[in-house]
């Protein structure tokens, strides 16, 4: 089992940033790679940006340029950076481990951006 708790939600204004953490605890060397989602109510959850073990990311196009996902193994965090914020990605956003067979998610941490 992995546990998955994120914080760093909030209200900023567009343009400006906020930074998302993800601690995982539990059987954290079954990871295989995490990954940020985002939902807005009436949506589906939407894949915002992945980092695998060996540090390859991936990123929707909604927020290349802007956001940037990085992971600090020796605190077992996962983190999102977020920049030049839109009021678009104005949702809740979820961190989401994969462990092969299994999967985990976050209870999530609400972003809001205001115009």
């Known amino acids: 089992q992995v546990q998955l708790v994120e914080s760093g939600g909030g209200l900023v204004q567009a343009g400006g940033s906020l930074r998302l953490s993800c601690v995982a605890s539990?059987?954290?060397?079954?990871?295989?790679?995490m990954r940020w989602y985002r939902q807005t109510a009436g949506k589906q959850r939407e894949l915002v940006a992945g980092?695998?073990?060996?540090?390859?990311?991936n990123y929707a196009n909604s927020v290349k340029g802007r956001f940037t996902i990085s992971r600090d193994n020796a605190k077992n965090t996962m983190y999102l950076q977020m920049d030049s914020l839109k009021p678009e990605d104005t949702a809740v956003y979820y961190c989401?481990?994969?462990?092969?067979?299994?999967?985990?998610w976050g209870k999530g941490t609400l972003v809001t951006v205001s115009s």
């Open positions: 539990g059987s954290i060397f079954s990871i295989i790679d």
């Open positions: 989401y481990a994969n462990l092969g067979l299994r999967a985990y």
């Open positions: 980092i695998a073990n060996g540090g390859s990311t």
